[in-house]
């Protein structure tokens, strides 16, 4: 590879809205963004919530000619609703489907039946070895009383280190898709520090589009308006991410999004904006000086994210089994209501046996099966605290030897950053 290779990739995001019978002009949405798409001809195009397998197929038609490979994640219920289309060949494939995503009996949201996940496809370009992640995480709902919170920390946890395992052979890492966190939620956070992921929107030096990179604006006729009051200029929960390793460096030339409107006619492609950017990836040479790989200044950062994360997994935690306790004394309520129904039955008033004997079942297999899953939901929030405890278990380790190394994902941080003072 030459010392002055250069890599251009165009890349597209967004967030599609394709609920079936319940989104707006869904049909007609879906064919605009097929022809947009071949028009544009980006490197790659990373779609959310595609939730009808047909709208995948009718895109894959649509858009063979510019975009041969292409790949639809299937997961849950009615599917992840993720799926890319590419302009170059994908070597591998990889899915990881979230442990926790809401809760089965809040059917108004259905955030449940989706399984959501992330996708991951490796490219080879140029020599060089891309892994792009595509993902989607639980919705928020009520900023003021998020009782998703603990679940979308778990969810950034997991995408984290599905990231971190799964990249380690890579030169570029990239990230797209649907956070649904605001950049300085915790989750947010907790992602980017251990990753050590940049974000195009702060990096870019050429940016055209709504304020701020907002990706949910009030200027959108298919966002629902009440949900953005507390925000005048929308929400950012779109995001593109990126890093490089291996003596390279990524950098986001240019990055738009659409403005509340199709960016050639008509109403918009989705009630999400659509991202796009230009990214350029080039040789990083060695700093004659580099930086000691114990740097120091990003521990305290990361220390406390990752204190605030377990502390909140661990309240997540409590509350699954306060869920799980409460469910063990409504069995035990239909199990009682059940030995009433035998003695009653035994004593010859069948009819009060039958009237009894349907709570009772109704108890025992509705109050079983909220308490297994709040029991699986305690256990795999355990799982995520007790992977953050190790790491603080390390940090403090390292701090009583009188160092203060980062972790080990940071240190694709640390050469970027090298990379980039050049």
Known sequence: ???????????????????????????????????????????????????????????????????????????????????????????ELNQHVYSLNGYPYMIHHGDWFCGKAVGLLVLHLCGLVLNTYVTHLHAEYNRQKDIYLAHRVAQAWELAQFIHHTSKKADVVLLCGDLNMHPEDLGCCLLKEWTGLRDAYLDTRDFKGSKDGNTMIPQNCYVNQKELEPFSFGIRIDYMLYKAVSGFYISCKTLETTTGHDPHRGN??????????????????????????????????????????????????????????????????????????????????????????????????????????????????????????????????????????????????????GAEDQ
């Open 268 to 417: 918009p492609l989705s009630d999400h904006e659509a991202l796009m950017a230009t990214l350029y990836v080039r040789h990083s040479p060695a700093p004659e000086n580099p930086r000691p790989i114990n740097g120091p200044a990003e521990t305290p950062q990361l220390i406390s994210v990752l204190r605030e994360a377990w502390t909140e997994l661990g309240m997540g935690m409590a509350q699954a089994r306060r869920w799980s306790t409460f469910t063990g004394y409504v069995i035990s309520l239909g199990l009682l209501l059940g030995l009433v129904c035998i003695l009653v039955a035994g004593g010859g008033a069948k009819e009060v046996a039958i009237l009894l004997w349907i709570p009772s079942v109704g108890l025992v297999l509705g109050g079983g099966t909220v308490y297994l899953f709040h029991t699986q939901e305690a256990k795999s929030l355990y799982r995520a605290q007790a992977e953050l405890q190790h790491v603080l278990g390390k940090a403090r380790e390292a701090q009583d030897l009188g160092i203060e190394p980062l972790p080990a994902p940071l240190l694709g941080q640390q050469e970027g950053d």
């Open 1 to 91: 590879m030459k010392p002055n290779f250069s890599l251009r990739l165009r890349v597209f995001n967004l967030n599609c809205w394709g609920i079936p019978y319940l989104s707006k002009h869904r049909a007609d949405r879906m064919k605009r963004l097929g022809d947009f798409l071949n028009l544009q001809s980006f490197d790659l195009a990373l779609l959310e919530e595609v939730w009808s397998e047909q709208d995948f197929q009718y895109l894959r038609q649509k858009l063979v000619p510019t975009y041969p490979a292409s790949h639809y994640f299937r997961s849950g219920v009615i599917g992840s609703g993720l799926c890319v289309f590419s302009k170059h060949p994908i070597q």
